[in-house]
């Protein structure tokens, strides 16, 4: 039977204990944060080498769109361009499903907080010492690079679409994948922040996904639309990354000038608000913006008690 002590001495020595103890534990601070955002990270690129099989699944529905439905369209859309242009429809729709490579991984990347959060992982990350947003960001950082990662894969396609490995090209493409991947993310993570089932975010996510590709202009010109579908793609963050991202590949394709012509006008015209042409540096700021506000509401989500 254990036996309560009133001796000074080892009263005095419990309480050194336990202060030695309360000493120990970290305190909040810049340093733990930017930590906690590099083993978030980390986490998420060990997750993400460990399962070969998403991997090769994320790029398979990519692939189908280009290489298929490329293949069936050319003939339907060849009729809007000269014969003697000789130019590959498959050309046009790259730069949307290489966007598509990327929105399926950002996205279901975001998922993990849910799967973490059903089986009891979350809750232990949250009690950390750590700042919430510096979990939101690594969460962020760690969905930006995997889905980056899957789109520089699909980069290496793109010499059957009569893309050129061209080194500017292919850091440009790059650098664009990286910001739409954070943004993608970032809008995940803010679904994320409250659904409790991994079926619910599941569903929502096949509710929404599809819709964002289809309204970005990915597989046809955003120019004679009605005036509903017009205002519908202006609102998709997806329209201002595949608009620049087709605008950077016709840039470096070796066509004739007039054959130049005719595709800039019939088959990218640009993004437009009323008739006023949107700056690229505008366009890429537009979406860099929008991740920067996801995730602050995610942030300001997970801020609020769990």
């Known amino acids: 039977m254990a036996t309560q002590t009133t001796d000074p001495a080892v ?3 419990e309480g050194a204990v336990v202060d030695a103890i309360r000493v120990s534990v970290p305190q909040r601070g810049l340093g733990h944060d930017l930590r906690a955002v ?8 060990i997750r993400f080498r460990g399962d070969r099989l998403r991997a090769i699944t994320s790029l398979v529905q990519p692939f189908l769109f280009l290489f298929i439905l490329g293949t069936g369209l050319s003939n339907l859309a060849g009729g809007s361009l000269p014969h003697s242009a000789n130019f590959d429809f498959k050309t046009f729709i790259y730069p949307g499903v290489l966007a598509m490579s990327a929105l399926f991984t950002a996205i279901f990347s975001a998922g993990s907080i849910v799967w973490d959060r059903e089986f009891g992982f979350l809750r232990e990350i ?30 290496a396609l793109a010499w059957f679409a009569h893309v050129p490995y061209n080194p500017v090209l292919i850091l440009s493409l790059i650098g664009m994948l990286l910001l739409l991947s954070f943004t993608l993310t970032a809008f995940g993570v803010m679904m994320a922040a409250r659904i ?15 819709p964002l590709f289809f309204l970005s202009g990915a597989l046809y010109p955003l120019n004679g639309l009605p005036a ?20 950077a590949v016709f840039s470096h394709l070796s066509l004739p ?14 993004i437009t608000w009323a008739g006023w042409p949107v700056p690229l540096w505008l366009s890429l ?3 860099a913006v929008m991740g ?15």
Request: net charge positive; charged share 15%; aromatic share 8%.
């Open 292 to 306: 920067l506000a996801m995730m602050a509401v995610a942030i300001a989500e997970f801020n609020k008690t769990e």
């Open 126 to 155: 949250m009690v950390a010492p750590v700042s919430r947003a510096a979990i939101v960001v690594g969460k962020c950082l760690g969905g930006a690079t995997i889905a980056t990662f899957q789109g520089v894969i699909f980069l």
């Open 38 to 45: 590099s083993i978030v990270w980390r986490r998420e690129l």
């Open 228 to 247: 509903w579908l017009t205002v519908l793609t202006r609102i998709d963050p997806l329209t201002y990354v595949v608009g620049p991202m087709r605008h």
């Open 285 to 287: 700021g537009i979406v």
């Open 11 to 13: 009263v005095a020595d």
């Open 196 to 210: 409790k089932q991994f079926q619910a975010f599941m569903a929502l996510t096949q509710m929404l996904v599809m």
């Open 257 to 270: 000038a007039y054959v130049t012509h005719i595709i800039n006008s019939r088959l990218a015209p640009g």
